[in-house]
C-alpha cells in the first residue's frame, strides 16, 4: 500500500510532543512492514542545519490559498525505509514558534492545501493519506471540496487522527472564505461549524473516511460529554468509523541497556545497574537515601490535564512518609511554583527541575522507583510506558490510554504491572502510593516481578502499525 502520512511535527526533526514521537515512529514501522510510505512536514526554522545538510532539493510549486497565490519549496530526506518530504515557505514557517502565532490557522490551512496541491509534482499518488490532528484537519476536506474529482486523486482515502481532542482549532466564521478559501456555503449548511465556530477537526471527523484515536479507551471516553470537548456528539454519531489503536514507543531511544544519559546499564536479567542509577539520581538532585527509600518520579507538562491538583490536594501528606520525590517539567505557573515551595519546604525530600530536559527525563525514568502520572484526560500518554520499559512501576489512574497500557497489581493473584486508581480523588491517589510504597519496601521478591515484568513488555510499534493498515486496508 502506498501510505502518506501528513503531521505538523515529526520527530527527531521537530517535536513539541507526542505527536511528533508517533509521527517519527510510526511511519517506519509501516515501512518495515512491506509498505511504501513517505510522511509530509512544514520545513520550520526550528528544523536544524544538520538535518537541512541532507536534505535534497526536489521542486518549487505554487499553492492557491484563497485569493493568495504562495510559494513552495520542497525538499526531501531518506531515513529508515521512509520518505520525508519538507515543505518550504519562509513566510509561514520561519517563526520562532511551531504553534502560537497568530496566524496559525493560515500557516496550516496553507500546509494542508500544499500537501494536496504537490502530489502531481512528485508523481506520488497514495492509496491513503493519514492526517493527524487540527493543523492538518483541512486535507480531508479540501480533499472532498475540491481534489476528489480530479483524475489524479479520485479514489484517494483519508483518515483522521486525533492524538488529543482538547485542541480543535476553532476560529471564526470570517476566516473561512477569506483565510481557508472554503465557500461559505458550508458554514451556512453547518458542515465546517461545531457550536457557532468554523471548527476544524469536527469537519474532519466528519469528512475523512475513517477517523483513529490513540487508545480504545480514550476511543470510548470522547463519546462522553465529560471527555470530548463539546464534540462527544460527532464522535457519536461517527463510531461506525473511529478505530482506538494505542501508540508504541521508540525501543532504541528509550533503553536502559545502552541509553547514552545513564550512568550504569541494566536489564531485566541483571537489574544491578539500575540501583547505581537511582544513586547517582539522588546525588545529582542533592537528596539522601537508600535501596529502601521509594523514589517518585514525575516528567511530564504541569497541566491540568496531567492531574497536578491532585497532587497539590495532598502533595504535604505524600511528603510526610519517608519517601522522595524528584519532578521534571515545565507549563503552568501554579503547578512549577507548587513544586519549587514543595521543595522550598521539604529541602531533603524533593527536586523540582523546571526545565526540558531528555537527559533528565531518561535519568529519573531509570532511578526512580515509582512513576505517578495521575492524569485526569490522557490520550494515549507514552510516559508511563517508558517508565515501565526502565523498570520503574507507574502509579496512574484509570483513564485513557493510561487505562490501556497500566493494570493493577493483585499480589495474590500476581497480576498487574503497576498501581491504579479510578475516581479523580486526591485520596484514592494518595492510598495508591502508599499501597505502592508498602509494596516497594515489605514485598521485595513481588516488587522483583513487577520490575522485571514491566521491562520486558512489548510497547513496540509493531502491533499498532498492523493495527493502523487493518484500518487503511478497510477503506
Ligand atoms: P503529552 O504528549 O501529553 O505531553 P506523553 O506522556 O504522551 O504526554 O509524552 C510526553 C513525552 O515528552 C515523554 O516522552 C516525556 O518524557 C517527554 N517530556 C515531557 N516533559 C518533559 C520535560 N520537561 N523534559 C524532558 N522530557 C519531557
Not at 544538520?50 to 525538499?75: H, P, S
Not at 527525563?361 to 505517578?372: E, S, V
Not at 495521575?374 to 496512574?396: D, F, H, N, W
Request: glycine share 8%; hydrophobic share 40%.
Amino acid at each position: 500500500m502506498k501510505i502518506l502520512y501528513a503531521a505538523s511535527e515529526v520527530a527527531p526533526f521537530v517535536k513539541t510532543g507526542g505527536l511528533g514521537d508517533v509521527a517519527g515512529s510510526l511511519p517506519a514501522a509501516l515501512a518495515a512492514a512491506g509498505h511504501e510510505v513517505a510522511v509530509v512536514c512544514p520545513l520550520y526554522s526550528a528544523i536544524g542545519k544538520d538535518w537541512r545538510e541532507q536534505m535534497t532539493f526536489v521542486k518549487n510549486a505554487y499553492v492557491q490559498l484563497g485569493w493568495r497565490n504562495q510559494y513552495c519549496g520542497i525538499f526531501s530526506l531518506e531515513r529508515a525505509g521512509v520518505t520525508y518530504y519538507f515543505l518550504d515557505n519562509e513566510y509561514y514557517f520561519a517563526r520562532a514558534q511551531v504553534y502560537g502565532e497568530y496566524d496559525d490557522a493560515e500557516r496550516f490551512a496553507f500546509f494542508s492545501k500544499a500537501v494536496l496541491e504537490i502530489l502531481p509534482d512528485l508523481e506520488l499518488r497514495p492509496d491513503v493519506i493519514n492526517c493527524n490532528d487540527w493543523q492538518t484537519a483541512l486535507i480531508p476536506v479540501y480533499y472532498n471540496l475540491m481534489f476528489a474529482s480530479r483524475p489524479f486523486y479520485t479514489g484517494i482515502k483519508t483518515v483522521f487522527t486525533i492524538h488529543n481532542i482538547a485542541f480543535q482549532g476553532r476560529y471564526g466564521r470570517e476566516i473561512l472564505e477569506y483565510v481557508m478559501g472554503i465557500d461559505d456555503a458550508h458554514y451556512r449548511s453547518g458542515f465546517m461549524v461545531m457550536d457557532g465556530d468554523v471548527n476544524l477537526m469536527k469537519a474532519a471527523i466528519v469528512a475523512s473516511n475513517a477517523v483513529t484515536t490513540v487508545s480504545p479507551t480514550y476511543a470510548e471516553e470522547i463519546q462522553t460529554p465529560y471527555y470530548g470537548h463539546g464534540l462527544d456528539s460527532i464522535l457519536r454519531s461517527n463510531s461506525y468509523k473511529l478505530h482506538g489503536i494505542i501508540n508504541g514507543i521508540d525501543l532504541d531511544a528509550f533503553d536502559p541497556a545502552h541509553d547514552p544519559y545513564l550512568p550504569a546499564h541494566y536489564t531485566a536479567q541483571d537489574l544491578s545497574g539500575k540501583a547505581a542509577d537511582k544513586q547517582a539520581l539522588l546525588e545529582l538532585c542533592g537528596l539522601e537515601g537508600d535501596a529502601d527509600t521509594p523514589v517518585i518520579g514525575m516528567v511530564g507538562r504541569l497541566t491540568d490535564q496531567k492531574g497536578l491538583d491532585l497532587v497539590e490536594a495532598v502533595l504535604d501528606d505524600i511528603l510526610r512518609d519517608d519517601v522522595r520525590l524528584v519532578v521534571l517539567g515545565k507549563g503552568d505557573w501554579r503547578y512549577e511554583q507548587m513544586f519549587v515551595e514543595a521543595k522550598r519546604r521539604y529541602p531533603d525530600k524533593v527536586s523540582a527541575s523546571i526545565l526540558f530536559s531528555a537527559d533528565l527525563a531518561n535519568k529519573i525514568y531509570a532511578g526512580a522507583d515509582l512513576f505517578l502520572m495521575p492524569s485526569k484526560t490522557e490520550p494515549c500518554g507514552l510516559a508511563q510506558m517508558i517508565a515501565l520499559r526502565y523498570g520503574t512501576i507507574p502509579i496512574v489512574r484509570e483513564t485513557g490510554g493510561l487505562r490501556d497500557t497500566v493494570t493493577a497489581f493483585v499480589d495474590y493473584l500476581g497480576t498487574g504491572n503497576g498501581f491504579t486508581f479510578h475516581s479523580y480523588n486526591a485520596h484514592d491517589m494518595l492510598h495508591v502510593i502508599r499501597e505502592a510504597c508498602e509494596v516497594f519496601r515489605f514485598n521485595k521478591e513481588a516488587w522483583q516481578k513487577l520490575m522485571t515484568g514491566g521491562m520486558q513488555s512489548d510497547f513496540s510499534w509493531k502491533t499498532s502499525a498492523e493495527k493502523y493498515v487493518e484500518v487503511y486496508q478497510s477503506i
